[in-house]
């Protein structure tokens, strides 16, 4: 029989039957013993009633009493006598508020499996963390699991505005109604959350960066408190984007200065009253003075004034404050990458402890592929969150299959050398270089109203491996890909093995078309198609001739000390690295490096030739992603499989377009035919 069709609606947390273990887990599995009393216990319940229904096709029975044979039990030492009789605390004691314990063990001689932890979002975690397990085929009669987040805040950050569109958004309009709220309750937000916890994301902030002071408007709270309310029994913290001139366009004030005491009086003001609504209220996350954004530097003062203003709002409420760090004046320096380290370094030490600085993966803007951020491990006192990109602006928008965990493995994998080798990203995200500091990771992230949430099914596996990375940003993008693929599609072995292996690639695939070799920006307006002659946009470092720099003699960015020394923001071993044309990864090559049309190549093919290449390998690559898919026929549901046919088609045509329009700009440089494909 076929596979039934769906829509995608229900994302990763279907629940379909597992495989070959279900008979094992009907055994290890007899009755739920689940305690306390909040809505999170409930949610809890709720989750794990449905899921067992439907992954073991019977219900399992609630019996918060008596143990037995297979029972599980779920609880905290607070609200579980049985928890508490087993004397975990030392191992509770290890695993903060939001990590968990999943083991086999007797109790009163009965074979069970415990889920305990110190919260009942912890308890909520493992419950999610469980059920992953069954959805995924894995034993589960010899567990001994440990796990509690690396980074404290996991947050999800929609680029949506007040009316309904949304910025960068390609699944539909925004799933925040608020025409209908407060009073009227879409299910969907309730939806959202439990997909949220299902992977670990502690909060969202829900508007754009570019944001509309009318967010912070008392009307509009009072809409942000109701939506913030159904998300609580799910750990999901409410953050809102704030534009820093609010004071101006909503307070009537005659200027934003950070300085000013009427300014600083209205921040704390409205803290208050957002408090009042959100009594567990995240933060603000700001943009200032970027991209035609307000912010101090309008009124003469440093982002620190900036931030620490609204750090001292927040602060009697445990609020924190998360400034963007993609700033990029055109005064500081006439290289883009450059700018930021210089502005963010110069202000290290002078923010409040509740300030975190956010900044992209890299020094750009989410392009393809760009080397790490040289402000990761730069900042010696302030804490420093990662920003990345569900939504996939420069990677085919929800129209191409590009699976980001591997973008993020290798920049999470990226050695800063900060101290000393193996000061990787994710370590100083973790706060190991600093510890005690706030630490976290923010996705610029892809849902919308579209019934399957992602407009790409395949985009949806973004929004996962985001939140397992947040979690654990040493996972291995191979992993994720694997669990997604069996709780989304199959359990089938042989089929996965050709999903995961689809999805390994194709990050590498959308390079090879688009941007291979370290060029990056070759785009214009809508960031889609390609457009390597765009020389006019309101500022040169827009166009895409600012970043490739071709010409007769060649193409390329000099970034190196004998360029404009933007490698210098590099820790030494890594500078070097990047600076010497002979050890510098040739996949940032023309990113740091400018060289000639015949510069020779490690493969010993000319450069131009090897840009040929790329070129022809990312359309084949891309075919065969099309071929691949086309041979799983019938063993995916068929709606789905024709939704992401019609897609790879849309796919195949760009890749050659890229390739087509990409080369014979620049053939009109290297003034070199097309090599035939070896
Ligand atoms: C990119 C994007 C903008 C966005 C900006 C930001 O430039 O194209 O739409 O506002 O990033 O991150 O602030």
């Known amino acids: 029989m076929p596979p039934m069709e769906e829509d995608g609606y229900k994302l990763w947390l279907r629940y379909a039957p597992p495989g070959d273990e279900i008979k094992n887990y009907r055994k290890t599995l007899r009755q739920i013993r689940v305690s306390g009393t909040s809505a999170t216990a409930g949610v809890l319940r709720e989750e794990l009633g449905r899921a067992m229904a439907t992954l073991l096709g019977t ?9 037995q044979d297979g029972t599980l039990v779920v609880g905290t030492p607070a609200n579980s006598t ?13 695993i903060g508020d939001q990590g ?19 919260t009942d979002i912890g308890t909520l975690y493992g419950t999610f963390h469980f059920l992953r397990l069954l959805q995924t085929g894995q034993p589960i009669n010899r567990l001994d699991i440990t796990e509690r987040p690396a980074l404290q805040l996991r947050l999800m950050n929609h680029w949506d505005n007040p009316d309904g569109t949304i910025e960068r958004g390609y699944a539909g309009r925004s799933l925040w109604q608020w025409d209908e709220l407060p009073d009227k309750l879409s299910p969907r937000y309730a939806d959202y959350a439990r997909a949220c916890a299902s992977i670990g994301i502690n909060g969202a902030v829900i508007n754009n960066v570019n944001a509309d002071p009318r967010m912070l408007a008392t009307d509009h709270l009072r809409k942000v408190a109701a939506l913030a309310a159904v998300w609580r029994p799910y750990g999901v913290r409410m953050y809102l984007c704030a534009n820093f001139a609010a004071p101006v366009h909503l307070g009537g004030l005659a200027t934003a200065d950070p300085l000013d005491k009427n300014v600083v009086d209205w921040w704390k003001a409205k803290a208050d009253e957002i408090y009042g609504l959100i009594p567990d209220f995240g933060g603000f996350l700001v943009k200032a003075n970027s991209e035609g954004q307000p912010g101090p530097k309008t ?22 404050i998360i400034w963007r760090a993609f700033v990029y004046d055109e005064d500081v320096d006439p290289d ?25 993966n890299g020094a750009i803007d989410f392009q393809p592929r760009e080397p790490f951020h040289p402000l990761f491990g730069a900042m010696k006192q302030t804490p420093v969150f990662a920003e990345i990109q569900a ?13 980001l965990g591997t973008l993020w493995q290798e920049f999470l994998e990226s050695d800063t050398c900060a101290k000393g080798a193996g000061s990787t990203v994710s370590k100083v995200l973790a706060g190991e270089m600093q510890p005690g500091q706030l630490t976290g990771m923010v996705s610029v992230t892809n849902p919308g109203l579209d019934t399957n949430w992602c407009g790409h099914h395949f985009s949806q596996a973004n929004w996962y491996a985001f939140g397992r990375l947040a979690w654990n940003p040493q996972l291995p993008a191979e992993k994720i890909a694997e669990e997604w693929t069996r709780m989304t599609f199959t359990n089938a072995a042989q089929t996965v093995r050709v999903i995961r292996g689809m999805m390994m690639g194709s990050r590498e695939t959308y390079v090879n078309y688009t941007m291979p070799l370290g060029l990056h920006h070759m785009i214009g307006g809508n960031h889609y198609a390609p457009q390597p002659w765009n020389d006019r946009a309101p500022r040169p470092d827009w166009t895409a001739v600012y970043y490739h720099k071709a010409s007769a003699e060649g193409i390329g960015y000099d970034r190196t000390k004998q360029g404009d020394r933007a490698v210098e923001q590099y820790f030494p071993p890594i500078c070097k690295m990047f600076d010497d044309l002979k050890r ?5 090559l023309l990113w740091f490096h400018r060289c000639a049309w015949d510069y020779r190549m490690k493969s010993g093919n000319l450069l131009w030739d090897e840009l040929c290449l790329k070129y022809g390998e990312g359309v084949k690559q891309a075919a065969e992603l099309q071929r691949i898919w086309q041979s799983l026929a019938g063993k995916i549901d068929a709606r789905r499989h024709q939704e992401v046919a019609d897609r790879l088609a849309i796919q195949v045509a760009d890749a050659t377009k ?5 080369l014979a700009y620049f053939g009109g440089f290297s003034k070199r035919p097309v090599p035939k494909p070896s």
């Open 59 to 67: 219900s399992v029975p609630s019996n918060d009493q008596v143990t």
């Open 82 to 94: 049985l928890i508490r009789d087993l004397n975990w605390e030392m191992d509770l004691s290890a």
């Open 100 to 118: 968990f314990i999943i083991r086999s063990v007797a109790i009163e001689n009965h074979p069970v499996t415990v889920i305990a932890a110190n």
């Open 299 to 320: 009124y003469g003062r440093t982002h620190a004034d900036g931030a620490n203003l609204l750090a001292d709002a927040l602060a009697p409420h445990q609020g924190n």
């Open 336 to 360: 883009r990458a450059k700018r930021a380290y210089i502005e963010f370094t110069k202000l290290d030490g002078q923010f409040r402890s509740n300030v975190a600085i956010q900044v992209k």
């Open 391 to 403: 939504t996939q602006e420069y990677l085919g928008q929800a129209k191409h299959l590009v699976y």
């Open 584 to 588: 510098c990864p040739e996949m940032y």
């Open 658 to 662: 890229w390739r087509e329009q990409i």
